[in-house]
Structures are given as structure tokens and as C-alpha cells.
């Protein structure tokens, strides 16, 4: 009988560091898919994918590009593409910087397209960085509460995604998200396992 439970690992981290062959990381990006563009805290992932994604992950994104409407990803939407020499299988995008307010409803239809693509890819894992807290668009607390209510109707239902990751860049970020955690864990229902990472890396999960 397959195993019904899944898994929620809140740590502290490099996100594109977490080894996931059949896994994804979520990459909170602009409506151009352009990488490393801007200085806010989203762009901490978008730098960290254009440092170690390979001299071609630029121009795969170009290419993915070309094929959306417009030439751009429509904010709130997600898309995958190649993960070049990151550790994982795919990157899933989502279109954040570029929208004309960030605000809940841009993060929580970003968060759950995200979702859904990894689910439709047959992913089974899910890397998730915080998402929305550039240009003072929503604070921390905001993007938990919305991240944890999704996560916690989301993640049961999905058929292929067993295991995800919230990975919090600073030690900032990453203790008020280990408190918010341990706070709420009540509000999880019973198929979800939630890990907190006291040393804030994660058994197994980064090289």
C-alpha cells in the first residue's frame, strides 16, 4: 500500500543547494524570465540560478519566453523549464517582479500554480524559497500564513508531490519562519509530517 504521508521541511539555506533528481525548485521571477535582474530579496534565488545554472540557463529561459503570449509569463502564473547544472530535475518559475502590486492574491495564485505544475510534471518533490517579500510587497508573517493554509489543502490531494521544502535564506527570515512553524503546526492535517531544521540545514538535502 503506497504511503499517504507527506512531508513539510521548513530550513535555512541556499535553495539551489538542495539535491532533488526528482524534484523542482521554485524560482520567484520577473514577467521577462530574465535572471539576476534587481537588487530585492526575491532575487536572492534568481542570482543563485544564474551563478551556478550553467552559461546556457539565461538562454533557455529566452527560449521559453518565445512561447508564451506576449513574450512574457503573466504574473500569478508558473512555468518549467531545464535546471542546466542545478541538482534538480526542473525549475518551476513563477512571475512575481514586473506585476503592478504585489499583494496576496499575486502570491497565493503563485504558490498554488506552482503546485499544480509540479503535480502535472509528476514531480515529487518541491522547493520553495519565500515569495513576494521584494519592494515591501508582503511582509514574512503574510507570505506564512498564506503559504501555510495552501500547503496544508494543497499538499494532501496532490497525487505525485510528497515532500516539500520552505527554505529561508537568512537566519532572519529563517527564525521567524521556524517560530511561525512550530506555532501552527496544529493547523496541519494529520497526512502532513512537519520538519523543522534546528541547524538549519536539512538531513540529506544539501551537497
Given at each position: 500500500m503506497e504511503d499517504?504521508?507527506?512531508?513539510?521541511?521548513?530550513?535555512?539555506?541556499?535553495?539551489?543547494?538542495?539535491?532533488?533528481?526528482?524534484?523542482?525548485l521554485v524560482n520567484p521571477s520577473n514577467t521577462g524570465l530574465i535572471l539576476n535582474s534587481g537588487g530585492n530579496s526575491d532575487n536572492t534565488v534568481s542570482n543563485a540560478i544564474a551563478r551556478r545554472g550553467g552559461p546556457f540557463m539565461q538562454q533557455t529561459l529566452h527560449m521559453t519566453r518565445s512561447g508564451l503570449r506576449n513574450?512574457?509569463?503573466?504574473?500569478?502564473?508558473?512555468?518549467?523549464?531545464?535546471?542546466?547544472?542545478?541538482?534538480?530535475?526542473?525549475l518551476i518559475h513563477v512571475s512575481i517582479v514586473g506585476?503592478?502590486?504585489?499583494?496576496?492574491?499575486?502570491?497565493?495564485?503563485a504558490i498554488l500554480n506552482a503546485y499544480d505544475l509540479a503535480d502535472e510534471l509528476e514531480l515529487k518533490e518541491l522547493a520553495?524559497?519565500?515569495?513576494?517579500?521584494?519592494?515591501?510587497?508582503?511582509?514574512?508573517?503574510?507570505?506564512?500564513?498564506?503559504?501555510?493554509?495552501?500547503?496544508?489543502?494543497?499538499?494532501?490531494?496532490?497525487?505525485?508531490?510528497?515532500?516539500?521544502y520552505l527554505c529561508l535564506f537568512s537566519g532572519e527570515e529563517y527564525e521567524a519562519g521556524s517560530a511561525y512553524a512550530e506555532q501552527h503546526v496544529d493547523e496541519l492535517p494529520e497526512s502532513i509530517d512537519l520538519e523543522?531544521?534546528?541547524?538549519?540545514?536539512?538531513?540529506?538535502?544539501?551537497?
Open positions: 499517504s504521508k507527506r512531508h513539510l521541511i521548513v530550513t535555512q539555506g541556499d535553495i539551489t543547494l538542495i539535491s532533488m533528481p526528482e524534484g523542482a513574450n512574457r509569463l503573466e504574473p500569478g502564473r508558473a512555468v518549467d523549464t531545464e535546471a542546466g547544472q542545478l541538482p534538480v530535475k526542473r506585476a503592478k502590486k504585489i499583494n496576496a492574491r499575486l502570491v497565493s495564485n520553495f524559497p519565500a515569495i513576494g517579500l521584494q519592494m515591501g510587497g508582503i511582509t514574512l508573517e503574510e507570505f506564512m500564513e498564506i503559504f501555510w493554509r495552501i500547503t496544508a489543502e494543497e499538499l494532501p490531494r496532490l497525487k505525485h508531490v510528497r515532500q516539500v523543522i531544521s534546528e541547524s538549519g540545514f536539512a538531513r540529506g538535502i544539501f551537497g
